[in-house]
């Protein structure tokens, strides 16, 4: 039987121990040349785009020769005013890639030696940079599934029957509730989405799936209305899962995902940061046949290009 891709020495080409051992000088590096890949590494002012530079080594910054505008490697990205070492932030990005379920952040901050908060922090600055290559504005082609999930809300029941609620009924639950829609190609992206109800789906569709496509949907009636834009397959769940190829599975892997995710590492996710995890996830399930090497390398990639966050950057100085 053929092994398994995760079991291959193939998919294993980064590690904590190379990290560490290459230290702090070869982590900047490779932060330098995942930054300016049109120079090996070498700097660019992001000003002017001047390319001559002095090196102020003891604080690795640059100045611009043109402009006199000093800069460092992760000027203007997310890393910016970043206060942990380049290698523990290389670390930090193994073991998110590492990590197919997700890690909580109690754990990072454990392996990093790092304040929860750091950690919190850092990971959901990686999650914008997942989310530029998972929401990238293109439609979906070819053969696209839809579907949806609920999570959170949940309502701890009464220990008493007596004293327990309908949990179905709106004046009894929380309204932190929110379903994740999924739409995924059979061959190609997952793109997710946080709605209210998953009939909102019907309007995701048509900002985000080409014309031209063949569409996969279950039995639930509100997907009814797809067929007036597309040829839809529909599988009846409480029949069967895969009628003949007609099957929503690649969506429901998707969700699959996100479930241990959220169950397994979070335990709890706030409806706000909801679709931040959903990006994740499906990078995480997009990115799945890649070595974790080049996990590691698309990642400080994306992040390197991602803007300075807005959401998190002094996150906890304003929740102070
Ligand atoms: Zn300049």
Request: charged letters at 25%.
């Amino acid at each position: 039987m053929a092994q398994h891709f995760l079991l291959s020495a193939a998919s294993r080409t980064l590690s904590l121990k190379a990290i560490y051992k290459g230290g702090e000088d070869a982590a900047y590096q490779t932060f330098c040349k995942m930054r300016w890949p049109e120079t090996h590494g070498e700097a660019i002012c992001p000003q002017c785009g001047c390319i001559e530079t002095y090196k102020i080594t003891t604080r690795r910054k640059f100045k611009c020769k043109a402009c006199g505008h000093q800069f460092s490697v992760t000027s203007g990205t997310i890393f910016a005013s970043r206060k942990m070492d380049f290698v523990d932030l290389l670390a930090a990005i193994c073991i998110i890639v590492n990590a197919a379920k997700g890690v909580s952040m109690v754990q990072l901050s454990r392996d990093l030696d790092c304040q929860y908060k750091t950690a919190f922090v850092l990971a959901h600055k990686l999650r914008e940079a997942m989310a530029q290559e998972v929401q990238t504005g293109e439609v979906l082609t070819g053969h696209v599934e839809i579907d949806g999930a609920y999570f959170g809300g949940h309502i701890r029941p009464k220990n008493q029957k007596k004293d327990r609620v309908d949990r179905r009924l709106k004046e009894n639950q929380t309204g932190k509730r929110r379903v994740v829609i999924a739409l995924r190609e059979r061959v190609g992206r997952t793109l997710p989405f946080v709605a209210m109800s998953e009939v909102e789906g019907v309007a995701l569709a048509n900002e985000n799936v080409c014309r031209m496509a063949t569409m996969s949907a279950d039995e639930a009636s509100h997907w009814d209305l797809l067929h007036a834009a597309w040829e839809v397959d529909r599988v009846n769940h409480s029949e069967l899962y895969s009628d003949h190829g007609k099957h929503t599975n690649m969506a429901e892997s998707f969700f699959s995902r996100l479930r241990r995710m959220v169950s397994g590492q979070h335990h709890h996710v706030s409806p706000q940061y909801l679709h931040q995890y959903a990006n994740h996830a499906a990078w995480l399930e997009d990115n799945r046949r890649f070595d974790n090497g080049e996990l590691a390398h698309r990642l400080v990639a994306n992040s390197m290009g991602a803007p300075v966050s807005r959401a998190w950057k002094g996150y906890w100085q304003r929740a102070a």
